[in-house]
């Protein structure tokens, strides 16, 4: 059986009508803020170092400040409580590194690559209403560094470690508020 053109090109239609109306509803894309409308300056304070490792938090409420500038679709950010409608607090509760891979050269086995765990509290306050939209207290995040075995071409990773993972931290929270996924309101 010989197949024409016109058979070629029914048949692709079809397949194609079969897709888009198959899938029209997998991919939702967020159009909008999930955030209370009444919320139009979110005031992200420095974060609390209980971690007790320099400038974390700083590192942390700049990644956060960063974020809701960029994909806070129109949010106002400040430093102050004072006049914001909503208020990020967060708290860098632990910091700390291990070592995942040795070595193999080296006789004293050292570590070569290591995983850095930061541990956080993010907690979100509307300030119109007085109270939590959201809430986390044991926000984890885990990333790698490597050292090299060289010692003239060594490089510090932990610092660039630190900065990807406020960033990862900061998407997180930030889409978290923006998309509602979780986020406690009663609109």
Known sequence: MKLTPKTWRVAAMATTLFFISGFTECYKPVTKNQLPTRIRTVAVPAFQNQALRYKIEHRFTEAVINEVVRRGRGLRVQGDREGADAVIDGIIKSFSFTGV???????????????????????????????????????????????????????????????????????????????????????
Do not use: C, H, W
């Not at 939209?133 to 490089?155: A, H, L």
């Open 101 to 187: 891979l040795l070595q193999a050269e080296d006789p004293n086995r050292r570590a070569r690559i290591f995983e850095v765990t930061i541990t956080a509290a993010v907690t979100v306050r509307d300030q119109v209403e007085n109270r939590v939209i959201y809430d986390n207290q044991n926000y984890v995040f885990r990333g790698e560094f490597e050292f090299t075995s060289d010692p003239r071409s060594f490089f510090n990773e932990e610092d660039p470690a630190v900065q990807r993972m406020a960033r990862s931290f900061a998407e997180s929270v930030v889409s978290t508020l923006v998309n509602g996924f979780g986020v406690n309101d009663e609109k």
